[in-house]
């Protein structure tokens, strides 16, 4: 059958769901889908979420999954290409995982990581990681996600700095545009505005050097390499100016995700790691996104030659199942670490939830379920038929400027016209619009309003025909909007 347009109606999933009508629902839950949605927006305070636009219109809400696929409370069927946040690698409803929380839950339940104390998921965990982890990385800290993740990280450059007899290193740099967390000081290091303003942030000894993105801030006819030189240079030259001994570390997403899925441009790595080994300043790796497979190696340092001093991983390595996160350092700041400990006394950082025993053992089966399914590689090869898939739809398209990506995760940038890169006018909300039409089309996909692009990291398990099945969404869903704004 085909759309008004010409298209191919979308294929029809597979009815891998067992549906509740608006009635079932009322029945198990004693509230209706409506009800659901009205309690939610007079109650909660949602992340990430227009408070105004939320109290009018009220939620949308799942209430189940299955593999690619969510069903919300209306009953209407989905594909999640987008993997809940970045995260969902393994798919939905898996039930080793569940079985492995269940019986971390009824052995113990928890116990704290405190003072010395320790629980065997955690331990049987930490060899596992530190085994997987890129380079130098041998030690470990559990936290609960990426944002206390990278607070901790951040701590702990201040901290070996304070050891090593250099207090004054203290600056952490980001890049414009990045992504790396909202708490107080990791939503300083995230390089986006709307996470500044009206906050009070950034706070002091937070900088940001210019983005890695090619596509929006490279001259005319300059090339990638050249591009990425003088990334380098204006990266050396805020370190100058700074004072290199000030500047205690830099954080960067391998590719950097909510910001835009930009992968670096040709040659970035190279060249700001020779900047920052010159300087003396530590490398964090944010890999909360990247982290377990995504890019088609189970790090994205692996992908991009990334010598990191510290990692953070967090989201893919429960698939979401459990707040979970884990940072990494390497043996010679651990060795720092120790000796303060016998100078100073403890190491006096952590969560009451580090190390969870039950997030463990999901992490442990969720690990199991990649190495089983050789998710990884998987990712690799899906991922680059969803990058041609892409490219080859849009390839004609003035309203497409460019696909952007690596494995899993890929963006594509609208615009009102590819040979001027003429963006549409921010009120349009195109993004936005666009992944509406994707939603009543079955399709879930990630609007990045601040950049008109729309994103998707879908699960690693889906299938290459799954793929096509996405790509028809979207390109349906696209196609019916763009006319009207051009
Ligand atoms: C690269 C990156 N770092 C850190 C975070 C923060 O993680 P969390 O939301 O678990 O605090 C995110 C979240 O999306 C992220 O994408």
Redesign the pocket.
């Known amino acids: 059958m085909l759309y008004r347009n010409g298209l191919a109606q979308p294929r029809r999933l597979r009815p891998v769901l067992i549906y509740f009508t608006t009635d079932e629902i009322s029945a198990n839950n004693s509230m209706t889908h409506t009800d659901l949605s009205r309690l939610d927006a007079d109650t909660i305070l949602h992340p990430s979420t227009n408070a105004d636009e939320f109290a009018k219109h009220g939620s949308r809400i799942m209430q189940k999954g299955e593999g690619i696929y969510l069903e919300d409370t209306s009953g209407h069927r989905l594909i999640d290409a987008v993997a809940g946040?970045?995260c969902v690698n393994v798919g939905y409803g898996r039930q080793e995982i569940a079985d492995a929380m269940s019986q971390a839950a009824s052995k113990m339940g928890y116990y704290h990581t405190f003072t010395g104390m320790s629980n065997v998921p955690q331990v049987e965990l930490a060899e596992r990681l530190i085994k997987l982890a890129p380079g130098r990385l041998s030690k470990v800290f559990f936290a609960?996600?990426?944002?206390?993740?990278?607070d901790s990280l951040m701590k702990i450059v201040w901290y070996y700095h304070n050891l090593i007899g250099k207090p004054e290193k203290r600056k952490i740099i980001s890049r414009w545009q990045?992504?790396?967390?909202?708490?107080i000081a990791?939503a300083s290091l995230t390089g986006l505005p709307s996470f500044h303003k009206d906050f009070n942030l950034p706070i002091a000894n937070v900088l940001h050097t210019e983005s890695p993105d090619y596509f929006r801030h490279a001259h005319d006819g300059e090339s990638e390499l050249a591009f990425s030189a003088r990334r380098a240079n204006e990266l050396e030259t805020l370190i100058d100016k700074e004072g290199a001994d000030t500047i205690g570390a830099f954080i960067a997403?391998p590719v950097l995700?909510?910001g835009g899925v930009v992968p670096p441009p040709e040659g970035y790595f190279e060249a700001i790691q020779k900047v920052l080994k010159k300087h003396n300043i530590l490398f964090i790796a944010?890999?909360?996104?990247?982290g377990f497979g995504r890019l088609g190696k189970w790090f994205g340092s692996q992908v991009y030659d990334l010598d990191p001093d510290m990692m953070?991983t967090?989201?893919a390595i429960t698939s979401g199942y459990f707040?979970f996160?884990a940072s990494f350092i390497t043996d010679e700041i651990w060795q720092v670490l120790r000796e303060g400990s016998r100078k100073h006394g403890s190491f006096a950082h952590g969560y009451t939830y580090a190390g969870h025993p039950i997030g463990a053992a999901t992490a442990m089966a969720n690990l199991d379920i990649i190495e089983n399914e050789n998710l990884v590689s998987r990712a690799a090869d899906v991922g680059a038929y969803f990058q041609a898939q892409l490219k080859q739809r849009f390839a004609n398209d003035d309203f497409v400027a460019e696909i952007r990506g690596h494995g899993m995760i890929a963006a594509v940038q609208l615009v009102k016209d590819k040979s001027s890169k003429t963006l549409f006018d921010p009120g349009v909300k195109i993004a936005p619009k666009v992944t509406t039409e994707c939603y009543n089309n079955g399709l879930i996909a990630r609007p990045l309003p601040s950049i008109d692009s729309v994103a998707f990291s879908p699960p690693l398990i889906t299938t290459k025909a799954q793929i096509d099945d996405i790509v028809d969404r979207f390109e349906t869903s696209v196609r019916s909007i763009i006319p009207s704004y051009l």
């Open positions: 946040l970045w609960s996600g990426g944002s206390d993740g990278n990045s992504y790396h967390g909202t708490s990791t997403e995700g909510a944010d890999e909360v996104v990247c953070t967090a989201k707040p996160s």
